[in-house]
């Protein structure tokens, strides 16, 4: 009597339709076509129930485990490929996912990188949801382009649910294409997952390298002319927080280092701040107090709080609340340009080079591992700086 090409359950020789579990007996899959190979070598063989990716490469059995499948390829050549790359390089984690080998990933890597970093890295994966569940041996450079393509153009802003949002007048509401840093940070995150990957034997080649970003437009950045830091130094007394944009133009902080600052930064011996991050010759680096701000420095230490700078109940500020709720409402009041907190620290390195300061100086106090990366990002000379240097000419 034959049987079920599914279930294996006894059926009648004329019957269309299998009465256990319901199998068509016409669309039966065709036995596979097998590539013989030496025993215990894996296999490669195709089935005809796979239209785009028929040829599929399996690993051998051994040691009571069964075989795995390695993938589904559009060819056989493509496949038997797989399975000698597989041979050369064996792995436990054949069928590892993006999610199990980012969980895997971040428990090393997140141990010797800072908060900041981590949620950095924490927002980039949250825009790989469309490839979370792929096998990381079949994620291909073109699935990851196509998520930093979606991120560079401007698209439809979606909700939780990921519905379109619409505003009250019924339009689509859109989202802006995303920096060009953001997506810097995304490539780098798969390249790391990637690099991770090569050490354990799960890939041969790091496929994020290959990702195209667009053309970065050097956008060139301000930093405070002396006029505007005239405007500032008058409004304090008179407008809150002016004081503290004074004094991060005069000390050179990142606005994370400046608000990070303790009371145990302060050395009232020699009048100098230490403090400072983000590189190995940023961190604790020393920065002597200008005599400028030092009644402000006094002021603040007065307070006792946590930090050198901090809220009214003597707490630090994250550097969103200082920016959002102190700092640009400060510049406004005074009738200042809305540059960034960065720009203070722009406007230190510029000042500090019209003044004559020693290149060495100005690379120690603003913390950069060489002076190119000061001198081509940081100091701005203005016309009047560049005219008196060409009068110096003979």
């Given amino acids: ?39 215990g070598t894996g296999s490669v063989y195709k089935r005809d129930d796979l239209k785009r990716r028929p040829w599929v490469a399996a690993t051998p059995a051994k040691d009571n485990l069964p075989a795995q499948i390695i993938g589904r390829y559009a060819t056989a050549q493509e496949a038997k490929d ?105 490539k780098a995150l798969l390249t790391q997952l990637f690099d991770y990957a090569a050490e354990n034997d799960i890939v041969t080649k790091n496929y994020a390298s290959f990702l195209v970003l667009r053309k970065t437009v050097k956008i060139k950045k301000n930093c405070f002319t002396e006029l505007e830091l005239q405007k500032i130094e008058k409004a304090i007394g008179t407008t809150p927080w ?90 406004e009041t005074i009738g200042v340009r809305k540059l960034s907190p960065h720009a203070t620290r722009h406007t230190f390195a510029t000042r500090l080079a019209a003044a004559g300061a020693r290149t060495e100086d100005i690379q120690a106090l603003a913390g950069h591992e060489d002076y190119e990366m000061t001198a081509n990002t940081y100091i701005h000379q203005d016309e009047k700086a560049l005219r008196a240097a060409i009068l110096k000419l003979m």
Avoid at 21 to 39: D, F, H, L, S
Wanted: proline share 6%; charged share 25%.
């Fill in 82 to 186: 797989a399975l000698d790359d597989y041979r050369r390089n064996p792995t436990t984690k054949l069928n590892i996912t993006l999610t199990e080998l980012f969980a895997e990933w971040k428990e090393i890597a997140y141990r010797n990188i800072s908060k900041q970093t981590q949620d950095n890295y924490n927002a980039c994966w949250q825009k790989l949801t469309t490839i979370y569940d792929i096998k990381f041996r079949e994620l291909r450079t073109g699935q990851m382009q196509k998520i930093i393509d979606y991120y560079a153009h401007e698209r439809p802003k979606l909700s939780s649910k990921g519905e379109p949002l619409y505003s009250i007048d019924d339009k689509p509401i859109i989202s802006p294409p995303m920096s060009d840093s953001t997506l810097q940070k995304i």
């Fill in 242 to 331: 002016a004081d503290t944009i004074f004094m991060m133009c005069y000390t050179g902080f990142r606005i994370s280092e400046f608000l990070e600052l303790t009371p145990f930064s302060y050395n009232a011996d020699h009048n100098t701040l230490t403090g400072g991050k983000k590189t190995e010759a940023g961190t604790d680096r020393l920065v002597p107090v200008h005599p400028k701000i030092e009644s402000l420095l006094t002021a603040w230490l007065a307070l006792t709080g946590e930090t050198i700078i901090c809220d009214e109940n003597g707490k630090p500020m994250t550097a969103d609340h200082f920016r959002k709720q102190c700092y640009y409402p400060a510049l």
């Fill in 1 to 39: 009597m034959p049987t079920c090409t599914k279930c294996s359950h006894d059926i009648q020789p004329d019957s269309k339709f299998c009465p256990l579990c319901g199998q068509n007996q016409k669309k039966a899959v065709r036995k596979r076509r097998e590539i013989k190979r030496e025993n």
